[in-house]
């Protein structure tokens, strides 16, 4: 005498479509495991570009900040938790960048940041600042 039991399929499951559903489940498991080796492939790479091991990490930022804005006195700021988006404004949330151009698809109005232009334009600045302090010294 044998036992027919149908099998235990999750719920929102028919018969017909078990395969399919195993199969995009699968497909979903690779494709996010794949994003996360992505992300931690890409952090160390996009560091390295922006100029991290001359840089620190805050001076990036602010170097971001001050292209983004086309403000020289642009820096990133530090916040306690909770910080935005858990509370209050986000940073520089009524601000608008530099020339951006809306639309459909805005524009940003500021160019690409090339390999380790954050560290020419941190250099240009100080080099900057030190002949104004010559120029009123002397």
Not at 9 to 34: D, K, N, Q, S
Not at 86 to 115: I, K
Request: net charge negative; with cysteine.
């Amino acid at each position: 005498m044998s036992t027919n039991t149908p099998k235990e399929l999750p719920l929102g499951t028919p018969p017909e479509f078990e395969r399919m559903h195993r199969i995009i489940r699968r497909v979903c498991y690779v494709l996010l495991f794949a994003l996360v080796i992505e992300g931690a492939l890409t952090f160390p790479l996009l560091a390295a570009w922006y100029g991290v091991p001359e840089l620190t990490p805050a001076e990036v930022c602010s170097e971001l900040q001050k292209v983004m804005y086309d403000d020289e006195t642009k820096s990133c700021r530090a916040h306690s938790f909770p910080q935005p988006p858990l509370r209050g404004p986000s940073e520089n949330e009524s601000e608008t960048l530099s020339n951006d151009t809306w639309g459909v698809q805005p524009e940003p109005g500021y160019g690409r940041v090339e390999y380790r232009e954050l560290i020419e334009n941190q250099e240009q600045r100080e080099a900057d600042e030190d002949s104004e302090e010559d120029d009123d010294d002397g």
